[in-house]
């Protein structure tokens, strides 16, 4: 008989024993049913866990298995289904994807050991979220703004190429700029109501999926009551300038904020 090891989604507070109900029915993982491992025998602390079959978690197979897209997708859109169902309830502190243990007795373990750290922790993300800031250069290609007919007439085939070329330069050039003022409004309008920010590395190959090219990836972490203002602030920072888009995406559970930042937290600006 196959083996399973015991894939864990995110901690949290179970202060009033709802958690389970909110997961009852809920597909995990590889379609297998969630439950939870508390701390002690009645602890609030609690870790949601799901069997996986072993022959796909143990770490060879799991380092073949993060190679392959599809199956990445599959079990990304089951961690993310788990955590936003517990989101919905408390505050969660998210695991990173594909967290495996041998079984539910050593995630039992590792939440009595690190109980007040993970408690610390939730209380800083109480009443935040995640938002997502995204900054996007789509220069226009040097066939949208072609010489003259006139100039274009009098060059010869090579200096008109080479006067295309330049054009195109010019123009990804000029996107640029914009994009760092645009990035030094979004940070200077964010400062306003986030009090965190984690810079990610800018998505690309398969994860850019959007047109342009991404230069920006950051999450903010934004109380819940400013959530509104900091969204209609930030896509107000991107307006004005062609050849710039600013991407806002959330609210979302504190992905980016599970573990205590190694940097000093983001200073909101006073009002």
Do not use: C
């Not at 999926?209 to 819940?224: H, K, M, Q, S, T």
């Amino acid at each position: 008989m196959t083996g399973t090891m015991s894939y864990a989604y995110a901690v949290a507070r179970d202060d009033d024993d709802t958690l389970a109900q909110a997961l009852s029915g809920l597909p995990g993982v590889a379609d297998a049913p969630v439950h939870l491992v508390r701390a002690g025998r009645r602890g609030e602390m609690v870790v949601a866990v799901s069997p996986v079959p072993e022959p796909d978690f143990q770490e060879s197979a799991l380092r073949a298995h993060l190679e392959d897209l599809d199956w990445l997708e599959s079990v990304a859109r089951a961690h993310h289904r788990v955590i936003g169902a517990l989101a919905e309830r408390t505050t969660v502190l998210p695991l990173r994807l594909a967290t495996v243990y041998l079984d539910d007795e050593r995630v039992r373990q590792m939440l009595d050991a690190r109980q007040e750290s993970f408690a610390g922790r939730l209380a800083d993300l109480t009443a935040h979220t995640e938002w997502g800031v995204k900054i996007y250069v789509e220069a226009p290609a040097a066939t949208e703004r072609p010489a003259a007919p006139t100039a274009a007439a009098d060059l010869s085939p090579g200096r008109a190429y080479l006067s295309h070329r330049r054009a195109q330069r010019h123009a990804r050039e000029d996107a640029y700029r914009d994009a760092e003022e645009v990035a030094r409004r979004v940070e200077d309008a964010a400062r306003h109501h986030a009090v965190d920010r984690v810079q990610h590395r800018a998505q690309q190959g398969e994860l850019a999926r959007g047109p342009g090219e991404n230069v920006i990836n950051d999450a903010y972490l934004v109380p819940v009551g400013h959530a509104e203002g900091f969204r209609a602030d930030v896509l107000r920072a991107g307006e004005g300038l062609t050849g710039v888009r600013v991407e806002v995406t959330g609210p979302w559970a504190p992905y980016s904020f599970a573990t205590p930042p190694e940097t000093e937290p983001m200073k909101r600006a006073a009002p």
